[in-house]
DNA sequence: GTAGTTTTGTATCGATCATTACAAAACACA
DNA sequence: TGTGTTTTGTAATGATCGATACAAAACTAC
């Protein structure tokens, strides 16, 4: 019934994620979004609408592959600090091996832009919420399990842990000592 | 010898701070500045030179004034953790007393910049190399008093630390519930 | 007062910003 | 082979970006 598109919409919106990641909202023109994305700016507001519209799209499917990814690390059939070791391990080493150092693209956003924009500030606040609701599951497991003491309050630990993911992901985006980070977890660890 | 300006200088940095605080480097305009500094743009430029330069002025103000009060609070005669307490816990109140909830200048210029701007990244690598000495200090003070046990790295806690305070400045823009984020600095504390 | 120096205000620079009008192009269906 | 529909490319919109040219204004030193 009609000409049909010549780009994957959902690759678009990848492309479109790590420019945002990179540089940020204010950072990112359309231009920088069109050339990465290889397309016209008219394409680019017909299928994703416009800058903002674009940017929460590509913030909703990067915290997606984020819960995802941790829920599966979750599942694991390991004791719960192995699996606490390795979000935080994978977090480290995540954001030191990104040639671009672009740390995570939810925390660049938060400090961007939760304070003027009350759409990402609800979507943060929410991704709070999802996380330390994942982390609090994982430590009340460890609880039945006999790992971890019984006494502690599951969700203060859980945004403890929370606490220090956020920090993990700011820090390494300086600092490129990875033993010196990885030493640290044996500090967080200690706390649980 | 000249016609005197009109303004203070450092209360314009000031004001200049504040709003980059707030906006972040690529989201303030040189109009916003001259309107809160109430200045026109050449005496901007004549004065603070261009608005990069500007910032990484309004950028060490800042550090300045919070280098001074960590230091000034390490040197309190009080048990260690105490001191410790009150560091986290008055950046958790100053981070939501905040009306504008803009978190932290250096953590919020970490992720928008430190990827991309080499003079800031070596800023926040300094900064962090900075205050991870004032805090390995005060952590072997303890150790020599007997409060921390010796057994422990004291370098490797003053990173557990850091990143405790990276994290806690981006937890406090979205999350509001203070009593859970000060009960998070007993976890915290748990660990030292 | 006058000369010399610097700041100020106004007005503007070219470049880029996000967004869109418009028409040619490309497809599906008849 | 048309007809209808949607996407594409080009080109432009007004607004705002960071940065300055220029001259009037304001001060000090003589």
């Not at 010549?6 to 790590?18: I, R, T, V, Y």
């Not at 016209?40 to 499917?61: C, E, I, M, R, W």
């Amino acid at each position: 019934m009609a000409r049909p598109k010549k780009f994957d919409e959902a690759a678009g919106l990848q492309k479109a994620m790590n420019v945002f990641w990179k540089k940020g909202y204010a950072g990112t023109s359309i231009s920088d979004l069109t050339t990465s994305m290889e397309i016209n700016a008219p394409s680019l507001y017909a299928t994703y609408g416009d800058k903002h519209k674009l940017f929460v799209s590509a913030l909703q499917t990067y915290l997606q592959s984020q819960h995802e990814w941790m829920r599966q690390a979750v599942l694991e059939q390991k004791p719960v600090r192995e699996i606490i070791r390795y979000l935080l391990a994978t977090l480290i080493d995540a954001t030191l091996e990104d040639p671009e150092r672009r740390g995570c693209f939810m925390v660049n956003t938060i400090t961007e832009m939760a304070n003027q924009d009350t759409q990402v500030f609800r979507i943060a606040a929410d991704n709070e919420n999802q996380i330390r609701s994942i982390l609090a599951d994982l430590i009340r497991k460890g609880q039945t399990s006999g790992e971890i003491a019984s006494e502690k309050d599951a969700e203060i630990l859980a945004s403890f842990l929370f606490i220090n993911f956020m920090g993990i992901r700011v820090i390494a985006a300086t600092n490129s000592d990875k033993k010196h980070l990885h030493s640290a977890l044996d500090a967080i660890l200690s706390a649980i």
